[in-house]
């Protein structure tokens, strides 16, 4: 071997574990100590000489630019040219005329027909590769191995996609059970939380923002994270024990059949986390249609932010057990899937026609997956989402508080008053002479179930009063006024206009929709009905009426809703990442206006379907 030729020791490594990680850190450092380590400076990669030319042009604009860094300017003039990330998080780095040389460069490397995108990766892989065929020697194992005999079942025609199935309904109906106890243990921390917050401070506007749109609000998204991390676990066993690999090539005949190139199976995938990563995963793709088609398509698979939606939906809507609410839960995401599968075939036939090259793909064996790493790519992901509940969801909140709660109506609001204060006083509660701030005390006396000679009927009185003000209040707000203009485009889809507040909001972020509906219904509101009890968004989202009495919330409106949300585009980051990847407005626009109308069209028939099957 070559490495052995030239006399440097080999030392046998199991990463996973740690074996022999000591004894190789502990002869570098005696390497190092020696000083007898002399590097010969030389190119790592091969690459094509299109892409080698224009690079090291860029490359001595970059080392007279910044002297010194001139060391650097190699791998840094590769990295301009492939990626966009760089100058875009350090935007005042590069001069202009600079970005104008990468730009140039990519357009002349497109005219010569090389993809400035994963050319660089492509020929680090090779060389790679080339090391690992010179220092390593690889022997079959005789006989057939343990690998070999599982994949002939899990890959089989018939048996392989029944598996794939039973695996994804086991995932989703575990975090329905496996979750209730963590979510149940954040509601209580949320709960306790706004009521603190509510306690500690007088009554007013700050006390109504801070305890109903930052922290039930945000509360309300966040007590989805223990079903967010066991999304992100079981991912990551999939993708450690081998078994992904498998599902790529089962999803293979299907993908091919629809006119997919196998490789896009990958950024699919990555989809299911967030559409984000999944749409920039195409730059593997070789060929623009295959690669357009992906893009186009990666967001109709269920993201990670869908998920408080389903399952909020799920809770509200859905009857039947953890059993019901989790094949509920699959079908949504199968739904995407199919979506996603049915749009390509069109797009493949239409649009971007072209025919997709042959998927090369290397089984690996099937390994032990590591619990540390397994734990640290749940965290890693589950903490995105954290940052974004932390940051774009708060702000929105903030925002919607205002929206729901201005302009107000003195008018109204001494009208109702008035009429609760005819309530206490028809009840004997408090004498007819008595003042304002008596009249508001016996009130709250009331709402509080501490008012002793109270009856339910008073109580129930005092409620419908406070809850006609909400709504009358509501309607009147500039997020009513939205929701109200919006309404009979979603009418014909069984929504009202609250719903159409947190369809309008949730294109911020899909999970938006979740603490919307918070603080649109007052979720964390104590019910004066139930002394004291605190009212969860599924809950009373189950105790919302129409006008003449009917549930709002029934399994017809949660499923077609929850299909709305399937094919709904609903994401303002994919939507400008798409436009970097495609280099302009037109497709990111196209695809916004063709998901919105699927989603609108598939809500319509869902609804139908739904009304005459289920009633």
């Avoid at 005219?111 to 020697?137: C, L």
């Avoid at 507040?501 to 938006?512: D, Q």
Wanted: glycine residues 8%; hydrophobic residues 50%.
């Amino acid at each position: 071997a070559a490495i052995l030729a030239l006399g440097v020791p080999v030392h046998p490594l199991v990463a996973s574990d740690g074996t022999g990680v000591p004894e190789l850190a502990a002869a570098v450092r005696a390497q190092a100590a020696r000083g007898t380590t002399r590097v010969i400076p030389r190119d790592f990669m091969e690459l094509p000489e299109v892409f080698g030319r224009e690079a090291r042009a860029l490359q001595a604009r970059l080392a007279a630019l910044h002297p010194p860094r001139e060391r650097l300017a190699s791998a840094e003039a590769l990295l301009l040219i492939s990626d966009d990330r760089p100058h875009e998080s350090r935007p005042r780095w590069y001069p202009p005329q600079l970005l104008d040389d990468v730009r140039e460069a990519r357009a002349r490397l497109e005219a010569a027909g090389t993809d400035w995108r994963s050319a660089a990766i492509e020929a680090r892989y090779a060389r790679v590769a080339a090391i690992q065929m010179a220092v390593t020697r690889e022997t079959a194992p005789p006989g057939e191995t343990w690998s070999d005999r599982v994949d002939r079942v899990v890959t089989h025609r018939v048996m392989g996609p029944l598996i794939f199935a039973g695996i994804l309904l086991a995932l989703f109906v575990s975090l329905f059970w496996l979750a209730e106890w963590p979510k149940g243990w954040i509601e209580a921390a949320v709960e306790g939380a706004a009521g603190w917050v509510s306690g500690a401070m007088p009554s007013g506007d700050l006390n109504d923002l801070l305890s109903r749109g930052v922290v039930a609000g945000v509360g309300s998204v966040v007590v989805f994270l223990p079903q967010i991390c066991l999304l992100f676990l079981f991912i990551s066993l999939l993708e450690d024990s081998g078994y992904m690999a498998r599902a790529a090539f089962l999803m293979d005949r299907l993908m091919s059949r629809v006119g997919l190139h196998g490789k896009s199976f990958i950024p699919m995938l990555s989809s299911f986390a967030c559409a984000i990563p999944g749409v920039m995963a195409t730059r593997t793709i070789e060929t623009p249609q295959d690669r357009l088609a992906t893009i186009l398509v990666a967001p109709l698979m269920s993201c990670s932010a869908r998920l408080p939606v389903y399952t909020v939906l799920i809770a509200a809507c859905i009857r039947g057990g953890a059993l019901v609410q989790g094949l509920v839960l699959t079908g949504m995401y199968l739904l995407g899937v199919g979506g996603a599968l049915g749009m390509a075939w069109l797009f493949k036939r239409t649009l971007l026609k072209g025919e997709p090259p042959p998927l090369l793909l290397e089984l690996p064996p099937y390994r032990r997956p590591v619990l540390g790493v397994m734990l640290r790519h749940m965290w890693d992901r589950s903490r995105l989402f954290l940052r974004k509940a932390g940051t774009v969801i708060l702000g929105i909140n903030i925002l919607l508080w205002f929206l729901v709660t201005f302009p107000r109506d003195g008018a109204a609001t001494a009208s109702f008053e008035a009429r609760r204060a005819g309530v206490v006083h028809a009840a004997g509660l408090v004498p007819p002479d008595a003042s304002a701030e008596v009249v508001a005390r016996a009130v709250e006396q009331v709402r509080s179930g501490d008012e002793a000679g109270a009856a339910a009927a008073v109580r129930e009185g005092i409620a419908r009063l406070d809850r006609e003000e909400s709504g009358d209040a509501l309607r009147h707000s500039l997020a009513g006024r939205l929701g109200q203009w919006i309404e009979p485009v979603l009418r014909p889809l069984g929504f009202d206009w609250k719903m159409g507040i947190g369809i309008v909001a949730s294109f911020a972020a899909r999970e938006v929709f979740v603490s919307t509906m918070s603080v649109v219904y007052n979720a964390g509101e104590t019910d004066a009905g139930d002394r004291g009890a605190v009212l969860g968004l599924a809950d009373r989202m189950q105790r919302e009426r129409w006008p003449d009495g009917r549930p709002v919330y029934t399994a017809t409106l949660g499923l077609t809703l929850m299909v709305f949300y399937v094919f709904a585009m609903q994401c303002v980051s994919t939507v400008a990442v798409v436009r970097r990847e495609t280099n302009g407005w037109r497709w990111p626009l196209f695809q916004v206006a063709y998901m919105t109308t699927l989603a609108w069209l598939m809500a319509f028939a869902t609804r139908w379907v739904a009304s005459w099957w289920v009633g």
